[in-house]
């Protein structure tokens, strides 16, 4: 992903607030592949041995039954806590990949940033978080370039970018950052949506972008819904979930085309090749037999959807 919508680096608070600083409870939570036929279990879970992709994977995951996942649960509509239980966009997709590899993704809430460490350490097999694929992290390095780690694999399986929320309707007719040029918006404080808006303002020139930054998302959605901005930025599945849930769909709506497009991965320890080109073989299955287009319907992120897997394909 690129800068704009790399999770929770510089973009931190706002993706928290924009889904209401959801708590991260339950620590622990199975996703995985329902009713299992094998009753062969050597590990915390049961495998299903029939499973087209079974085979695919170490046996190190065959014996455990399980594909151990981090993820930071605070990002909704992608993962999140509801009633005690992880459940997302992304827990909806290990659920189809665990069908086609026979065995249960389970999830454990965890900090975003110890993640990557958590692979690298063995604590967790996989990092599912919608976590960008990008150059920095595949190599293991920080913002400034400097080595801190040996790097992860992605698989590739959604993309993102930044979108705009306005008014339901959207009367102001805001399909692009070009259409905000002599009008007001609405936006988080400190974030680097807020750049996004302040390079925008450079370049509408004479024709001046107004922003108004707020301590929270929601105080700049409240101003939206209110009239007195044209548009909040935030990334493209939380707008797209606000603009489905607020006000049970009557409030908001996206404004044209995200942007700054970039791609989610499933963040894999270099040295684990094979469970990595197993997942990819997941992916690809559960995009072929239709069931990754329902998870993306059913969250209302269907434009994020990609054609097929790729490894590592982040810029």
Request: proline share 2%; with cysteine; glycine share 12%.
């Given at each position: 992903?690129?800068?704009?919508?790399?999770?929770?680096?510089?973009?931190?608070?706002?993706?928290?607030?924009?889904?209401?600083?959801?708590?991260?409870?339950?620590?622990?939570?199975?996703?995985?592949?329902?009713?299992?036929?094998?009753?062969?279990?050597?590990?915390?879970?049961?495998?299903?041995?029939?499973?087209?992709?079974?085979?695919?994977?170490?046996?190190?995951?065959?014996?455990?039954g399980v594909i151990k996942v981090g993820s930071d649960t605070a990002y909704a509509p992608m993962e999140y806590?509801?009633?005690?239980?992880?459940?997302?966009?992304?827990?909806?997709?290990?659920?189809?990949?665990?069908?086609?590899?026979?065995?249960?993704?389970?999830?454990?809430?965890?900090?975003?940033?110890?993640?990557?460490?958590?692979?690298?350490?063995?604590?967790?097999?996989?990092?599912?978080?919608?976590?960008?694929?990008?150059?920095?992290?595949?190599?293991?390095?920080?913002?400034?370039?400097?080595?801190?780690?040996?790097?992860?694999?992605?698989?590739?399986?959604?993309?993102?970018?930044?979108?705009?929320?306005?008014?339901?309707?959207?009367?102001?007719?805001?399909?692009?950052?070009?259409?905000?040029?002599?009008?007001?918006?609405?936006?988080?404080?400190?974030?680097?949506?807020?750049?996004?808006?302040?390079?925008?303002?450079?370049?509408?020139?004479?024709?001046?972008?107004?922003?108004?930054?707020?301590?929270?998302?929601?105080?700049?959605?409240?101003?939206?819904?209110?009239?007195?901005?044209?548009?909040?930025?935030?990334?493209?599945?939380?707008?797209?979930?606000?603009?489905?849930?607020?006000?049970?769909?009557?409030?908001?709506?996206?404004?044209?085309?995200?942007?700054?497009?970039?791609?989610?991965?499933?963040?894999?320890?270099?040295?684990?090749?094979?469970?990595?080109?197993?997942?990819?073989?997941?992916?690809?299955?559960?995009?072929?037999?239709?069931?990754?287009?329902?998870?993306l319907e059913k969250w209302n992120v269907k434009d994020g959807a990609v054609q097929s897997a790729t490894i590592n394909a982040g810029k």
């Amino acid at each position: 992903m690129t800068a704009s919508i790399t999770r929770r680096t510089t973009a931190a608070r706002s993706r928290i607030a924009a889904v209401g600083a959801i708590a991260v409870a339950g620590a622990l939570i199975l996703t995985g592949c329902g009713d299992q036929t094998d009753k062969s279990s050597s590990g915390t879970g049961t495998a299903d041995t029939s499973a087209p992709l079974y085979s695919k994977l170490p046996k190190k995951i065959q014996d455990a039954g399980v594909i151990k996942v981090g993820s930071d649960t605070a990002y909704a509509p992608m993962e999140y806590v509801d009633n005690g239980k992880i459940v997302g966009v992304d827990p909806d997709i290990a659920e189809a990949l665990g069908k086609q590899l026979g065995v249960k993704l389970q999830f454990t809430s965890g900090t975003f940033d110890g993640l990557i460490t958590s692979l690298e350490t063995g604590r967790q097999d996989v990092a599912i978080s919608s976590m960008t694929d990008n150059k920095k992290r595949q190599e293991g390095l920080d913002d400034k370039g400097a080595k801190i780690g040996k790097g992860v694999d992605f698989v590739d399986y959604m993309s993102s970018g930044v979108s705009l929320l306005v008014k339901k309707g959207n009367p102001d007719n805001i399909k692009s950052l070009d259409d905000l040029c002599g009008k007001t918006v609405a936006v988080q404080r400190g974030t680097i949506y807020e750049d996004t808006f302040k390079a925008q303002a450079e370049k509408c020139g004479d024709k001046k972008l107004t922003i108004e930054a707020f301590d929270t998302d929601a105080e700049a959605q409240t101003r939206v819904k209110a009239g007195g901005a044209v548009a909040d930025l935030n990334d493209f599945p939380v707008t797209s979930y606000i603009a489905k849930t607020s006000g049970g769909g009557n409030d908001f709506e996206v404004g044209g085309q995200q942007s700054d497009v970039g791609l989610f991965g499933i963040a894999v320890s270099k040295e684990n090749t094979q469970l990595r080109d197993a997942l990819k073989e997941a992916v690809d299955a559960i995009i072929k037999d239709g069931s990754y287009a329902k998870v993306l319907e059913k969250w209302n992120v269907k434009d994020g959807a990609v054609q097929s897997a790729t490894i590592n394909a982040g810029k």
